[in-house]
Nanobody, 127 residues
Framework: QVQVVESGGGLVQAGGSLRLSCTAS????????MGWFRQAPGKEREGVSC????????YYADSVKGRFTISRDNAKNTLYLQMNSLKPEDKAIYYC????????????????????WGQGNKVTVYS
């Protein structure tokens, strides 16, 4: 059974930083792309950042480029999202997810493409 667990959310002042972590078990972590998604109140879930199975290729939503950094440690089955220069509009529930497919050459950072989801971690940014 695949389990995805996020940690690291919280409350931070605008301009501050947070690091989210995600561990995945029950799958061979280093052959799956991984992604971070978020859902703000009243909005659809959106892709924030995704990384391919090797860690060599990444995607960022325009809204977070230059501020967020995705990385993975395959030896620890862990995915990270370093979030700097946080803005109030970054406030959302952040989810970590993995697709069921492996070693994908095509890995769109879209929620429909991902099958295994964490429970979500709340990030609140106040001004």
């Amino acid at each position: 059974q695949v389990q995805v667990v996020e940690s690291g959310g919280g409350l931070v002042q605008a301009g501050g930083s947070l690091r989210l972590s995600c561990t995945a078990s029950g799958l061979t972590f280093d052959v799956h792309a991984m992604g971070w998604f978020r859902q703000a109140p009243g909005k659809e879930r959106e892709g924030v950042s995704c990384i391919d199975w090797s860690g060599g290729n990444t995607y960022y939503a325009d809204s977070v480029k230059g501020r967020f950094t995705i990385s993975r440690d395959n030896a620890k089955n862990t995915l990270y999202l370093q979030m700097n220069s946080l803005k109030p509009e970054d406030k959302a529930i952040y989810y970590c997810a993995a697709p069921s497919t492996t070693k994908d050459n095509n890995w769109p950072c879209e929620p429909y493409r991902y099958n295994y989801w964490g429970q979500g971690n709340k990030v609140t940014v106040y001004s």
